[in-house]
């Protein structure tokens, strides 16, 4: 993970090789595959699992964890959109990839949910925003009638059981 988290954002690519390097020309469905995004978002998410049940790693972890907040503060905790470029900036025409027949930018309660389970390896203040957006989001269709109840919803299940402190081995 260390070589491929960009150093700036905390943002890592949708696909990459197992020593780190961009996954590029992954059939046209993956266009942008370099990307931030969907598959992306449970980066966060399992770094803090990771952070909580061995911290074998807990000083990049926690550098980790306030820096992609830090980013996706900077870009509204209430207002970020799904999918990035791994330098920050936004994916634009193919490189967007589509969920439910749209191929569109949303602010997704799914990385509402693995940012806000970021925060158990954050210290600084702006943890808490993102636990108050996880916790004041609804989980509902957007305008245009699209709803993921599978993918987001079992994020948002996974980063409460983080956030509640009850995610636990069990023998």
Not at 4 to 17: F, K, R, S
Not at 18 to 31: H, K, V, W
Not at 84 to 90: N, T
């Amino acid at each position: 993970m260390h070589k491929v988290i960009n150093e700036n954002t905390g943002l890592n690519p949708d696909l990459c090789n197992y020593d780190g390097t961009m996954l590029e020309g992954f059939g046209g469905r993956r266009n942008g595959g370099s990307n931030f995004r969907y598959d992306s978002w449970r980066v966060p998410m399992n770094m803090a699992l990771d952070y909580e049940w061995s911290g074998t790693d807990s000083l990049w972890q926690r550098q980790y964890g306030e820096k992609i907040q830090d980013f996706f503060f900077s870009q509204g905790v209430n207002t970020f959109v799904d999918q990035y470029r791994v330098d920050g900036s936004l994916p634009e025409g193919d490189e967007i990839l589509q969920a439910g027949g749209f191929r569109k930018l949303r602010h997704s309660i799914g990385l509402v949910s693995t940012l806000a389970a970021a925060s158990v390896m954050c210290q600084h203040e702006k943890r808490k925003a993102f636990v108050d957006a996880l916790w004041n989001a609804r989980h509902e269709p957007f305008d245009d009638g699209y709803f993921d109840a599978y993918y987001d919803g079992l994020l948002r299940l996974f980063a409460f059981m983080h956030l509640s402190g009850r995610y636990r081995v069990i023998d």
